[in-house]
């Protein structure tokens, strides 16, 4: 394993951590077992980002005994309402659920308390201002509860009031190779970069989406990593994996030839917005009837996937390329959507989670497009 210092913070951390978002709603086997060969292997950084307390309690078992040799990123900002995942602002709430992730994990204080989406530019006031999330953050590490402050946020504009008023040690922000061209990223690195703030690459594979692409020449996590550890500022990358088969995809960068990590010659090919498409990491939710949006939403798309012209030979390659890497993967079938809990025929069109959503997906046409697809098949 190979370590860079996050920024400024002199904490020494892998460039390969471990992103947790597909271990959720794992079993606490899996998770100990992937957590565990991470840790022989090299992997220091450990971001968690859910308020759910059997995840919790699954990486406090998967942490036992190995609390002085790893560096936990913990998230305030966000919540959980009948297993859904909530955003949250409100101190009181935020300050509990904090208490509740160093009890679940066994440990005393984070390495890094992560404020969690802050994607707006207003959001900067918000949690700005007196009593908000940033005192509540500031007063757990004056507390020793926490040893740096950093955020998380999709959008440049969201992120830079932080970074330019330097109020932050640590920015977790995506990084890929299909979003290079996107206006404000590069500035949002160099203005990083200048004021040592550590970054912490997420969304590197852009949701699964980088290994779907139908083009004869497949992109692999080598080329992924290699590209945002190229980037300025950036300390880390915390990819997801839902096993340790992918976590030892992840981790063959560390062995890959340069030819194999070279991107340059397709970084051309993978400049297109990927603004309206789904990467089903669910923060439009809690949606006001219940419905699972990520779920059906990936439900539709694999099965439009399914439904192409592709040749028989080719889109078996594209399959199990897609099925291999593709975080959350599950079988597409009329079974799948109808175990949903709540149908896609329930969406109100209120439009909250299109508020919500950082990708400007329009959800409401996704559940139309569902509902359509599930009709036929019934």
Not at 177 to 206: H, N, T, Y
Not at 226 to 240: M, R
Not at 338 to 346: D, F, N
Request: proline share 3%.
């Amino acid at each position: 394993m190979k370590y860079r210092k996050l920024g400024e913070t002199g904490l020494d951390v892998s460039v390969i951590g471990l992103g947790t978002e597909y271990l959720n709603r794992k079993s606490r086997k899996t998770v100990v077992s992937v957590v565990h060969e991470a840790i022989e292997r090299g992997v220091n950084y450990f971001d968690l980002i859910f308020a759910f307390p059997e995840y919790r309690d699954n990486f406090g078992a998967a942490f036992k005994r190995y609390r002085d040799k790893i560096i936990i990123a913990g998230h305030v900002g966000c919540a959980e309402t009948n297993g859904q995942y909530r955003l949250s602002r409100d101190v009181k709430e935020n300050g509990m659920l904090f208490l509740d992730l160093l009890s679940r994990l066994h440990t005393d204080y984070v390495d890094i308390l992560m404020i969690q989406m802050v994607n707006a530019f207003e959001s900067y006031d918000r949690v700005m201002k007196p009593g908000g999330l940033m005192e509540l953050a500031q007063r757990f590490k004056k507390e020793g509860k926490a040893r740096f402050i950093g955020i998380s946020g999709h959008h440049p504009l969201g992120v830079m009031r932080f970074i330019e008023g330097s109020n932050i040690d640590v920015l977790m922000f995506p990084i890929n190779l299909a979003w290079d061209f996107i206006p404000g990223r590069k500035e949002v690195l160099q203005s990083c970069d200048s004021k040592g703030i550590g970054v912490v690459g997420m969304k590197i594979f852009a949701g699964g989406r980088l290994f779907q692409r139908k083009e004869s020449r497949l992109i692999s996590p080598a080329q992924c990593i290699n590209y945002v550890l190229s980037q300025p500022a950036v300390s880390t990358t915390v990819p997801g994996v839902r096993n340790s088969k992918q976590l030892r995809a992840a981790l063959h960068f560390l062995e890959a030839t340069d030819a194999e990590k070279e991107f340059n010659s397709i970084i051309k090919d993978l400049q297109e917005d990927l603004k309206g498409n789904c990467i089903y990491c669910n923060h439009c939710l809690p949606c006001p009837v219940g419905i699972d949006i990520g779920r059906v939403i990936q439900v539709v798309d694999k099965t439009v996937c399914n439904m192409s012209d592709n040749s028989q030979a080719d889109y078996k390659v594209l399959r199990e390329k897609r099925n291999f890497y593709y975080p959350g993967r599950i079988r597409t079938s009329r079974s799948h959507f109808k175990g949903l809990s709540i149908k896609a025929s329930e969406c109100n069109e209120c439009g909250v989670c299109m508020e919500r959503c950082p990708f400007d997906v329009d959800v409401i046409s996704k559940m139309k497009q569902a509902v359509k697809l599930f009709d036929m098949k019934n």
